[in-house]
């Protein structure tokens, strides 16, 4: 069965530790993406990438990082957690050039609490 | 980045009934998704539409695509607790998926 892995499913932080996430995926997929989902604000793109060593922006990369040093895996780094960082924090792939019609195939999330 | 916007944000019904989610956005879409996702779980893609018009079945779920390709509608016939769960539409957006705030949607046996 294919999938996405995430390594934690909840994680409790203090405030300005470095956090690292990390998702694992089995399907030989290019892309790979992280959001945050956040009640009443629906998942919103953090970063993503389409290759090992690329990465691009999402709509809120501030106060994250990513590395993605090999195909299968995409790390996402909180370099000084804060409390508005709490939340779920969701990792999916997809192939190229056909995610947009097949889908993207998502973890089962990490819930972050950051206290 | 262009907003999608679902109604209701809510919807608690009893077994039995029909409903309707809707997403909508001011721009034109080349291509819309909807994913279901369950408690403790990511969301899972249910179906994607990209002609205008179009209409896909999925047993008891009818998803419809806009003529004008700027809406999108999922519609469930005789709700079932299984159909519990957070809906959410997306559309691609430079080769990225972007996701609407989602319906959280609650059927009491």
């Known amino acids: 069965d294919v999938k996405v892995t995430q390594s934690s499913r909840y994680l409790v932080k203090r405030t300005g530790e470095k956090v690292f996430l990390e998702c694992v995926q089995d399907m030989d997929h290019e892309n790979m993406f992280w959001y945050r989902q956040d009640p009443g604000l629906g998942l919103r793109l953090i970063y993503f990438?389409?290759?090992?060593?690329?990465?691009e922006k999402g709509d809120i990369p501030e106060g994250y990082s990513v590395s993605r040093e090999k195909k299968e895996r995409f790390s996402l780094i909180l370099e000084s957690a804060s409390t508005n960082q709490t939340s779920m924090y969701l990792c999916a792939s997809s192939p190229r050039d056909r995610g947009l019609y097949y889908g993207y195939t998502f973890g089962s999330g990490t819930r972050l609490t950051v206290v | 980045t262009q907003l999608l916007e679902q109604s209701p944000q809510f919807l608690s019904i009893q077994e039995g009934e029909n409903l309707t989610v809707y997403c909508n956005s001011s721009?034109?879409?080349?291509?819309l998704q909807w994913y279901r996702q369950e408690p403790g779980e990511g969301p899972v893609l249910l179906v994607t539409?990209?002609?205008?018009?179009e209409v896909k079945k999925l047993k008891r779920l009818t998803f419809q695509f806009g003529d004008a390709r700027k809406d999108s509608s999922l519609h469930i016939t005789a709700a079932q607790p299984g159909d519990t769960g957070l809906y959410l539409c997306a559309r691609s957006n430079t080769g990225k998926l972007i996701f609407g705030q989602g319906t959280t949607l609650q059927v009491k046996p």
């Open positions: 539409v990209v002609t205008g018009g």
């Open positions: 990438s389409y290759d090992v060593k690329m990465k």
């Open positions: 721009s034109v879409f080349s291509s």
